[in-house]
């Protein structure tokens, strides 16, 4: 079975730095997807960004961007200039290349952001 | 577009007894997930239906726990009787077949359920 690994539970950083979520993953698949989503408290969870296996361009959504290394199986989330309103639990999610795959969750890190 | 729907937010109950959650998924979306989130954990897949067919429930209690998804659309999960340990957030999430972002989940808000 595949699995997601987040290895840091709770990381802080300060307002306007620049902070990196690490996470990574086992698979046999060659084509696959993975996520990141962000849960802030009691609230629900969003899709923050999403990256194809098959492309080897990291994606990007504004100040939000990845580091795919495939050969590495990781897949680690950059947020630049962090805010007040990112401090939430982030998880790294994976699923296979059908859309009869489940999704695999790691256990989530905790972002703590400081004014 | 709406999101997806889910009720009740909250839920206390004694152990041994029996509750249900419902979840309404966004309209069109033809996959519907349902995860059970323990404190301080990622989610875990308990069911994915597919329309109204089961596509995977094989991490679900199913001595305790079931669920339905008739006529394709809205759903509802059961579990009795409860336990201690089933406390925890159930999540609803819902994903479209067609067209760009068919790897993409949206989910609910969930429902908080506490078994005392």
């Known amino acids: 079975a595949q699995t997601v690994t987040q290895s840091q539970p709770e990381m802080s950083v300060q307002e306007a730095e620049t902070v990196t979520l690490s996470c990574t993953y086992d698979?046999?698949?060659?084509?696959?997807?993975l996520f990141w989503y962000k849960q802030p408290p009691s609230r629900q969870m969003i899709l923050v960004i999403r990256?194809?296996?098959?492309?080897?361009q990291n994606a990007t959504e504004n100040r939000f961007s990845v580091n795919f290394q495939k050969a590495a199986k990781s897949f680690s989330l950059k947020i630049s200039d962090s805010q007040l309103g990112d401090a939430a639990m982030y998880f790294c999610a994976y699923r296979g290349p059908s859309g009869f795959n489940k999704f695999y969750f790691g256990s989530g890190t905790k972002l703590n952001v400081k004014p | 577009e709406a999101g997806v729907a889910q009720s009740p937010r909250y839920k206390i109950i004694e152990k041994r007894q029996s509750v249900a959650f419902w979840c309404n998924p966004i309209s069109g979306h033809a996959t519907l997930y349902w995860y059970q989130q323990i404190l301080g954990q990622g989610p875990k897949l308990l069911i994915q239906?597919?329309?109204?067919?089961?596509?995977?429930d094989s991490q679900l209690p199913k001595d305790r726990f079931s669920a339905e998804r008739l006529k394709g659309v809205d759903s509802t999960l059961k579990i009795q009787p409860a336990k201690l340990e089933d406390s925890a957030v159930y999540l609803c999430?819902?994903?479209?077949?067609?067209?760009?972002?068919?790897?993409?989940?949206?989910f609910g808000p969930g429902t908080r359920l506490t078994v005392l």
């Open positions: 999430a819902s994903s479209p077949l067609a067209g760009v972002y068919t790897d993409t989940q949206y």
């Open positions: 990256q194809e296996a098959y492309k080897q």
């Open positions: 239906f597919q329309n109204n067919g089961v596509v995977d």
């Open positions: 698979t046999s698949e060659s084509d696959y997807y």
